[in-house]
């Protein structure tokens, strides 16, 4: 079975530092991974996806996330917070069965920026 | 483009009421996910929709059951609502394959009294 597992419920940073959110997952098959964001009463934005081609996946708003097979991680980074970024994140991995997907979340990591 | 749109935005009912979620999926998509995300938690599967029929159910009970139209829009309902089916429930479209981004719509709060 998929499954994956945010190591940090929140994580707070001040502005212009570094960020890394923890995703660890389980997969019995080479996994799709995706980092999703959420904004307070908004949707689900895709951040980035990992699909089995290059391990170092590069998303929007400067985020990027490295796959690494050895230790079945797949960390979410970023070089310098914004404000902006202040929103909850999941780490998800995509179920396949038989020619279809679906989505498993993480219980998510909520990202605190300060001044 | 219009992306994935969810009426109503809010809805609050009393246990033992059924509800009614729609959907409308992204242009050029033919598949629908529904998701249930509790206070605090992560998205769960409730089940997906492709041509109409039901492809695969998370772990639901049967109270909750969906459809699909012939122009791919979709409806979930809810019977005999218990408090806790309190949440925010999300509809997600896609274009076929299992390797397609699913892309979200903004959710309806449903609130249970």
């Known amino acids: 079975a998929q499954s994956v597992t945010q190591l940090d419920s929140h994580v707070s940073v001040s502005e212009g530092t570094p960020v890394l959110l923890r995703c660890n997952y389980s997969s019995s098959y080479s996994p799709s991974l995706f980092w999703y964001v959420q904004h307070p009463n908004k949707g689900l934005q895709l951040l980035l996806k990992y699909t089995s081609a290059a391990t170092l996946v590069k998303g929007i708003n400067g985020f990027e996330a490295e796959f690494k097979k050895s230790e079945t991680s797949f960390h979410l980074t970023k070089p310098s917070a914004h404000m902006s970024d202040a929103a909850e994140y999941f780490c998800v991995v995509s179920d396949r069965f038989g020619g279809y997907n679906k989505l498993i979340f993480g219980a998510g990591t909520r990202l605190a920026v300060h001044p | 483009d219009a992306g994935v749109t969810q009426s109503p935005t809010h809805l609050i009912k009393t246990r033992g009421q059924q509800v009614t979620l729609r959907c409308s999926p992204k242009s050029g998509h033919d598949t629908v996910s529904w998701y249930q995300q509790a206070l605090g938690q992560g998205p769960q599967f409730i089940f997906q929709?492709?041509?109409?029929?039901?492809?695969q159910r998370g772990n639901f009970p049967d109270r909750f059951s969906g459809h699909q139209f012939p122009n791919y829009s979709s409806e979930l309902n809810v019977n005999a609502l218990l408090l806790g089916d309190s949440a925010l429930y999300l509809c997600a479209s896609q274009q076929g394959s299992s390797y397609n981004e699913q892309f979200f719509g903004p959710g309806t709060r449903l609130t249970v009294l």
């Open positions: 929709y492709y041509e109409e029929e039901e492809r």
